[in-house]
């Protein structure tokens, strides 16, 4: 049998397993199986944890339902982070991910601090087919045209829209997702700024579908909304709404990081059929 730990930040869920002192085997086949949420376990990612090759705390692996591997998950990292700062008796911890390095901290309201590093900005980067205005990508598809295109370690393809709620993104977003602009597919979002500033964010995740939460996704969104004018998220946290509840994104301009603020939750612990 296989322990595993069941996770979410705002209905972001995954599954965390520790691989540390002994490697799983995790063939695709398996990985749709535990993702399945009708004859598995489900999750929006597969989290596992590994001995770090950079000095950090612990090296954190993601794969998707789909069995792809991603390179960045925000709420993920701030849960994978919980459980190694507990595991530490400390405060402040490291995650190495694919995206690099994280620092990660938990604060006095018990919510978790990550820093998600820089947004890619180049069009290589990001990355996109070719060299195109990032902060207005040609591409329409009925009420969804003019985005910005952010890396996150992961690609975004950030739509503004006079209501989020009113896109049909459970059948625009996989048109999208699979859209040539973007090589590696790409997670898409469409945001609303209301008249309290707190901007209203859904979430088509690569590889996952619509989420209740998206931590690289909110980052994007804020470094979007920020190059737009829609806000300023140098000077202080921004709200963004998801269907989970609310994220707080500051970009620091001194180094350009994005911070993400948020709660997590441990659903329950279990074990699995290897």
């Given amino acids: 049998m296989l322990a595993f730990r069941k996770m ?7 599954v965390v397993l520790d691989a540390r002192a002994k490697p799983v085997d995790l063939p695709e086949s398996r990985i749709r199986a535990i993702g399945d949420r009708h004859r ?3 999750f929006d990612q597969l989290l596992v944890i590994e001995p770090p090759t950079d000095g950090s705390t612990a090296f954190m692996r993601i794969y998707n339902p789909d069995g792809s591997e991603a390179q960045a ?72 045209h003019d985005p910005v295109a952010v890396g996150m370690g992961n690609p975004h393809c950030v739509f503004f829209v006079p209501d989020a709620e009113a896109v049909d993104l459970s059948r625009l977003g996989p048109q999208i997702e699979h859209h040539p602009m973007f090589p590696e597919r790409t997670n898409v979002e469409v945001a609303s700024l209301g008249p309290d500033g707190v901007l209203r964010l859904r979430v088509w995740e690569r590889g996952a579908g619509i989420t209740l939460a998206c931590g690289s996704g909110t980052c994007a969104t804020a470094v979007a909304a920020h190059l737009r004018g829609h806000v300023d998220a140098s000077e202080q946290p921004i709200r963004i709404r998801v269907d989970g509840g609310e994220l707080a994104i500051q970009w620091r301009q001194d180094d350009g990081h994005v911070i993400m603020t948020g709660p997590i939750a441990t659903s329950f612990l279990g074990e699995m059929a290897l």
């Fill in 73 to 144: 998950c925000g709420n993920g990292t701030r849960c994978v982070a919980h459980l190694l700062m507990d595991e530490a008796g400390s405060d402040e911890v490291a995650v190495q991910t694919r995206r690099g390095r994280l620092p990660s901290y938990r604060n006095s309201d018990g919510t978790v601090s990550v820093d998600m590093g820089a947004p890619m900005l180049d069009w290589q980067d990001i990355p996109l087919a070719r060299d195109v205005d990032h902060l207005h990508l040609p591409i329409e598809l009925e009420v969804l």
């Fill in 8 to 14: 979410h930040g705002l209905g972001n869920d995954f």
């Fill in 40 to 42: 598995g376990i489900g």
